[in-house]
């Protein structure tokens, strides 16, 4: 690693003005972010018990202390990389790299987010607060070394995921096939594989190597292992949508039609990859990607109608 990061190595230029300034301060929290802790609403889905009014304002509160966690990360992770984002063709424009926020101020914003997430955490029940502590202390590690280490990164941020999906169940107080984690996981793992061929990507058109982990990846590993984990996650779905377990649970065997939208989605994504070259962060192509979007909200739809009005016999073969 290089030289540690110092406070007194990075002068803040003054803000023009209160707006400007508070702006910079949000996009330190990079609420745009914050669309991954949407996924403590899937047990509930899942689950057929979205409109569950009370379990349903339950989870937004948690949902409320992932972000808070969430952002102190990235603030505790922006302070680490700052020689490294001020490298980089976009991340350089993030607050603490560009010198718009002094990283004493975003120490105290990162303390605030830690408190009121654990506090939130904390008044929504226990086993939801100790989720979010392993959460926090995972990301930690992950920002002061761990990330360095090769294909442990990805898992460990793929677990982010499989924790938040904890999170939501047990705030819901509902069950999570074992199915769902390993798919969570799975899907986690894929965007992270994309996102480490990005970094290849940008290595060899620039010379800079922008984590200290891209040593241990090249781009014949990073193709065949999001070849193999993109086949084993559509594999690991339609095993889920038809198995014994989730067919009796939710009492409906036609969730495999969804299957259909889970494929497209991938396959698009990896068109993404392979002929677009376009793929950078996961969150920016969801925003970004209509097909990706249209995917999403198709396969959203389906499993809703399947869910919610198996009674009405919408979807006999």
């Known amino acids: 690693m290089g030289k540690s990061a110092n406070l007194k190595d990075y002068p803040v230029t003054a803000p023009l003005n209160i707006g400007i300034y508070l702006k910079q301060l949000i996009l330190l929290l990079r609420p745009k972010h914050w669309a991954k ?4 609403y899937i047990p509930l889905f899942f689950a057929g018990e979205l409109f569950e009014i009370n379990k349903l304002i339950q989870v937004t509160w948690g949902v409320l202390a992932f972000c808070l966690i969430a952002s102190a990360i990235y603030i505790l992770n922006d302070y680490k990389d700052i020689q490294k984002d001020q490298l980089h063709p976009i991340k350089r424009h993030r607050p603490l790299a560009a010198g718009k926020i002094a990283p004493a101020m975003a120490f105290v914003l990162m303390g605030l ?8 955490a904390w008044l ?3 086993k939801f607060l100790f989720v979010l502590c392993l959460y926090l202390i995972l990301n930690i590690a992950y920002s002061l070394g761990l990330k360095n280490i090769s294909i442990l990164d990805i898992f460990i941020l793929s677990t ?35 996102k480490r061929r990005d970094d290849i990507l940008l290595k060899q058109s620039s010379g800079l190597e922008m984590r200290n982990s891209i040593s241990g990846y090249n781009l014949d590993f990073l193709n065949v292992s999001l070849s193999v984990v ?8 339609l095993m889920y949508t038809l198995s014994p377990e989730a067919i009796i649970r939710l009492k409906t065997y036609r969730l495999y039609y969804t299957g259909i939208f889970v494929t497209a989605g991938l396959m698009r994504y990896l068109q993404l990859i392979y002929i ?8 920016k192509i969801l925003y970004k990607d209509h097909f990706i979007q249209i995917c999403i909200a198709l396969w959203i739809l389906s499993f809703y109608c399947i869910l919610y009005f198996k009674d009405l016999h919408l979807f006999e073969a």
């Open 37 to 40: 802790n949407l996924f403590l």
């Open 124 to 126: 929504i029940s226990g």
């Open 230 to 237: 993109s086949a084993i996650l559509i594999v690991a779905y």
């Open 160 to 194: 982010g995921f499989v924790l938040r999906i904890k999170g939501g169940g047990s705030i819901a107080m509902v069950g999570i096939s074992q199915w769902l984690m390993v798919m969570v996981f799975l899907l986690a793992l894929f965007l992270a594989l994309a």
């Open 276 to 283: 677009e070259k376009d793929t950078g962060s996961p969150t």
């Open 113 to 120: 987010c830690i408190l009121g997430g654990l506090m939130t």
